[in-house]
């Protein structure tokens, strides 16, 4: 965090160090949540066979698509509660809290009538037949129950990481994530099949809405669901900064999820697995990221409440450098290692996974290191256009992948993802976000960008030298070089991407942390 926030007030101090512990509590809920996906995905797999696991990805991708209809208002009950808790309006907090949750539970009625129509219509679209029919229509209707029960579960957890909880919503997220994986992985050593995993899904989700409700009332016990606090004026007000997040929602689940429905509708169902594959080594890389850009983002517009201007757009640059060199780790030790580690994961029967993974990787990368302009245009209610240009970015994802699929397979979807991306986030969304906030570009690419890519370039160069030593035929030699790996861009992002404060604050904390664990030995 810049200096100029620093303040020798113990309640500045406390302030300051919230975000950290969120993105420490949001790292361990992602670890946990990484190692479950990464551990159950070979088992559903080679347990639930291509065609069905296809089925699953297929249906749950689908299903997800009803999520849109929250129509982006998480998106502003993040913002506002962050704005009235920065304020000290509690009168403003409730009284969102319980508009906002009224229209959860709307939609969430919503959503159960459209999955009774959809367990009639998905399966002759996607010409599913035979027994795999029966299967599918009740596979469609358990996960969409669960989606409806998951809109008033997710708007708590807002709540709470909004008030920078990020702890207890990370705590729901494990317990209900250790809960399902194990039940899965017992109904499946049972020999039973999707139907039963679809089961323990739905009941996952309903375990999420239980503890949500109770964590909010546990740690806000000032805060009041009643629907006498609701009003109209605040519906309002939610849904009118909402509609430009929800078109950038619609956008993002264009560019981010509907390669799945590409591929069963244009290709094949079983070729959704190959793909899902690099897929889901996207999905986690992109957790990754938004675990630690979530509590920024809180801070954000916090201080945007607070009418810091200057502190606002020093806080901004400082989370872009750190979400751009964490991005650029990530997305280099894949690409060095992703045909190892998708071989060790999964097996040898995916080669074509890796080649989706390079295309992938390039567009996610250079996204996701600018996520805080995201959360910077939100803050600044300054989100109108991003709206339009991620709902256009979607689309013409949309449009590329059909026409690519049909032409290029595989890798045509993952070309029809990968270019839109790349034209948003290099020729458009960076000079809106520098010009609503007013920095200039020459000092967001000095202070943001050119540490972090100058570490990325060596780093690559690096590996590439050494390529010859790349293996890797079992899991220790690859922990052993992505641990080289992580050594070495560690060194030159300390070097050439962080700033004086940050390598202070850096060695601060592994000073402290070598006393803990050798002075408790002492």
């Given at each position: 965090?810049?200096?100029?926030?620093?303040?020798?007030?113990?309640?500045?101090?406390q302030?300051q160090?919230?975000?950290?512990?969120?993105?420490?509590?949001?790292?361990v809920?992602?670890?946990?949540?990484?190692?479950?996906?990464?551990?159950?995905?070979?088992?559903?797999?080679?347990?639930?066979?291509?065609?069905y696991?296809?089925?699953?990805v297929?249906?749950?991708t689908?299903?997800?698509?009803?999520?849109?209809?929250?129509?982006?208002?998480?998106?502003?009950l993040?913002?506002?509660?962050?704005?009235?808790?920065?304020?000290?309006?509690?009168?403003?907090?409730?009284?969102?809290?319980?508009?906002?949750?009224?229209?959860?539970?709307?939609?969430?009625?919503?959503?159960?009538?459209l999955t009774?129509?959809?367990?009639?219509?998905?399966?002759g679209?996607f010409?599913?037949?035979?027994?795999s029919?029966?299967?599918f229509?009740?596979l469609v209707?358990?996960?969409?129950?669960?989606?409806?029960f998951?809109?008033?579960?997710?708007?708590?957890?807002?709540?709470?990481?909004?008030?920078?909880?990020?702890?207890?919503?990370?705590?729901?997220?494990?317990?209900?994530?250790?809960?399902?994986?194990?039940l899965?992985?017992l109904?499946l050593?049972?020999?039973?099949?999707?139907?039963?995993?679809?089961?323990?899904?739905?009941?996952?989700t309903?375990?999420?809405?239980?503890?949500?409700l109770?964590?909010?009332?546990?740690?806000?016990?000032?805060?009041?669901?009643?629907?006498?606090?609701?009003?109209?004026?605040?519906?309002?007000?939610?849904?009118?900064?909402?509609?430009?997040a929800?078109?950038?929602?619609?956008?993002?689940?264009l560019?981010?999820?509907?390669?799945?429905?590409?591929?069963g509708?244009?290709?094949?169902?079983?070729?959704?697995t190959?793909?899902?594959?690099a897929?889901?080594?996207?999905?986690?890389?992109?957790?990754?990221?938004?675990?630690?850009?979530?509590?920024?983002s809180?801070?954000?517009?916090?201080?945007?409440g607070?009418?810091?201007?200057?502190?606002?757009?020093?806080?901004?640059?400082?989370?872009?450098?750190?979400?751009?060199?964490l991005?650029?780790?990530?997305?280099?030790?894949?690409?060095?290692n992703?045909?190892?580690?998708?071989?060790?994961?999964?097996?040898?029967?995916?080669?074509?996974?890796?080649?989706?993974?390079?295309?992938?990787i390039?567009?996610?990368?250079i996204?996701l290191?600018?996520?805080p302009?995201?959360?910077l245009?939100?803050?600044?209610?300054?989100?109108?256009?991003?709206?339009?240009w991620?709902?256009?970015?979607?689309?013409?994802?949309?449009?590329?992948s059909?026409?690519?699929?049909?032409r290029?397979?595989?890798i045509?979807?993952?070309?029809g993802?990968t270019?839109?991306?790349?034209v948003?986030?290099i020729?458009v969304?960076?000079?809106?976000?520098?010009?609503?906030?007013g920095?200039?570009?020459r000092?967001?690419l000095?202070?943001?960008?050119?540490?972090?890519?100058?570490?990325?370039?060596?780093?690559?160069?690096?590996?590439w030298?050494?390529?010859?030593t790349?293996?890797?035929?079992?899991?220790?030699?690859?922990?052993?070089?992505?641990?080289?790996?992580?050594v070495?861009?560690?060194?030159l992002?300390?070097?050439?991407?962080?700033?004086?404060?940050?390598?202070?604050r850096?060695?601060?904390?592994?000073?402290?942390?070598?006393s803990?664990?050798?002075?408790?030995?002492?």
């Amino acid at each position: 965090m810049p200096d100029s926030l620093a303040s020798a007030n113990p309640a500045r101090a406390q302030e300051q160090a919230s975000p950290l512990r969120s993105v420490l509590s949001n790292w361990v809920g992602l670890f946990v949540s990484a190692s479950i996906s990464l551990i159950l995905t070979p088992i559903l797999i080679h347990g639930l066979g291509d065609l069905y696991y296809g089925m699953w990805v297929l249906a749950a991708t689908l299903l997800d698509s009803y999520g849109l209809l929250d129509f982006g208002v998480r998106n502003a009950l993040f913002r506002f509660v962050a704005v009235y808790k920065g304020a000290n309006q509690r009168r403003e907090l409730n009284a969102t809290l319980a508009s906002g949750f009224i229209i959860a539970l709307t939609t969430a009625a919503i959503v159960f009538l459209l999955t009774v129509v959809s367990v009639a219509f998905l399966p002759g679209f996607f010409n599913v037949e035979g027994s795999s029919r029966h299967i599918f229509r009740w596979l469609v209707a358990m996960l969409g129950t669960g989606v409806a029960f998951a809109f008033p579960a997710q708007f708590l957890g807002t709540y709470l990481c909004a008030c920078r909880r990020f702890d207890l919503f990370n705590f729901t997220v494990i317990l209900s994530g250790l809960l399902r994986a194990g039940l899965i992985i017992l109904v499946l050593r049972l020999h039973y099949g999707v139907i039963a995993v679809g089961a323990i899904t739905f009941g996952a989700t309903v375990l999420s809405f239980l503890l949500n409700l109770y964590l909010v009332h546990r740690s806000d016990p000032e805060v009041s669901l009643r629907p006498s606090l609701a009003e109209r004026a605040r519906v309002k007000e939610l849904l009118s900064f909402s509609v430009y997040a929800f078109l950038g929602n619609i956008g993002d689940h264009l560019r981010f999820f509907v390669d799945n429905i590409v591929i069963g509708r244009v290709l094949a169902i079983a070729l959704i697995t190959p793909f899902n594959i690099a897929g889901r080594l996207m999905v986690l890389m992109r957790q990754l990221l938004l675990s630690l850009a979530s509590p920024l983002s809180g801070v954000m517009s916090e201080l945007q409440g607070k009418g810091n201007e200057e502190d606002l757009r020093s806080y901004f640059l400082h989370a872009t450098r750190l979400t751009s060199i964490l991005s650029f780790y990530v997305g280099l030790i894949l690409l060095v290692n992703g045909r190892h580690i998708i071989t060790l994961w999964v097996g040898h029967g995916y080669p074509e996974s890796y080649l989706l993974l390079v295309v992938l990787i390039v567009g996610y990368c250079i996204t996701l290191a600018q996520h805080p302009s995201v959360d910077l245009l939100m803050a600044k209610h300054s989100h109108q256009p991003r709206g339009w240009w991620t709902l256009a970015e979607g689309l013409a994802n949309l449009i590329l992948s059909v026409i690519l699929a049909r032409r290029y397979g595989l890798i045509g979807i993952a070309l029809g993802t990968t270019i839109p991306m790349l034209v948003v986030q290099i020729f458009v969304q960076p000079w809106y976000t520098l010009r609503a906030s007013g920095i200039s570009p020459r000092r967001y690419l000095r202070e943001a960008m050119l540490g972090p890519f100058i570490a990325a370039a060596i780093f690559l160069a690096v590996c590439w030298l050494f390529r010859s030593t790349q293996t890797v035929v079992s899991f220790p030699r690859l922990f052993l070089s992505v641990a080289w790996q992580s050594v070495v861009f560690g060194a030159l992002a300390y070097l050439f991407a962080m700033k004086g404060e940050e390598r202070g604050r850096l060695l601060a904390g592994m000073q402290k942390l070598t006393s803990i664990v050798f002075g408790s030995r002492a």
